[in-house]
């Protein structure tokens, strides 16, 4: 249950910040459901092994480069969800930054984790 519910703030994260984030468009909100989604995959499956073949960077640049791993998240959720579109690279990188705090905002809603 604490996973759907996950998925669905994060929805709600996504519509909000398509609303005011001039780069970023959602058709709807069965969309931003389906974008959650393959957010949760991408950041599941894909994410550790970028962040694993990407490590002396992170290293050198002190963990920032996570911060383009998870624009590179994005913008792989951009091309996945046909209803979903992100208009460059600092777009998606503000998206993600304003996403995680939405995130961590909402789930702190949640009391548990």
């Known amino acids: ?3 759907i519910l996950r998925i669905l703030l994060t929805a709600l994260a996504v519509v909000i910040l398509a609303k005011f984030l001039p780069g970023v468009e959602v058709a709807g909100y069965l969309t931003a459901i389906i974008v959650a ?3 949760a995959i991408l ?3 894909v994410k550790p092994l970028l962040v694993i073949l990407t490590l002396p960077v ?3 640049t002190l963990g920032l480069f996570l911060l383009v791993i998870n624009a590179i998240i994005i913008l792989l959720a951009d091309a996945f969800v046909s209803g979903f579109g992100v208009s ?6 503000l ?3 304003l996403l995680s705090l939405f995130q961590s905002l909402l789930f702190s ?3 548990k984790d």
């Open 37 to 39: 989604l393959v957010l």
């Open 1 to 3: 249950m604490s996973f």
């Open 109 to 111: 809603l949640l009391g």
């Open 58 to 60: 992170t290293i050198l």
């Open 43 to 45: 950041n599941l499956l």
């Open 95 to 97: 998206f993600s930054l």
């Open 88 to 93: 460059g690279f600092f777009i998606a990188l």
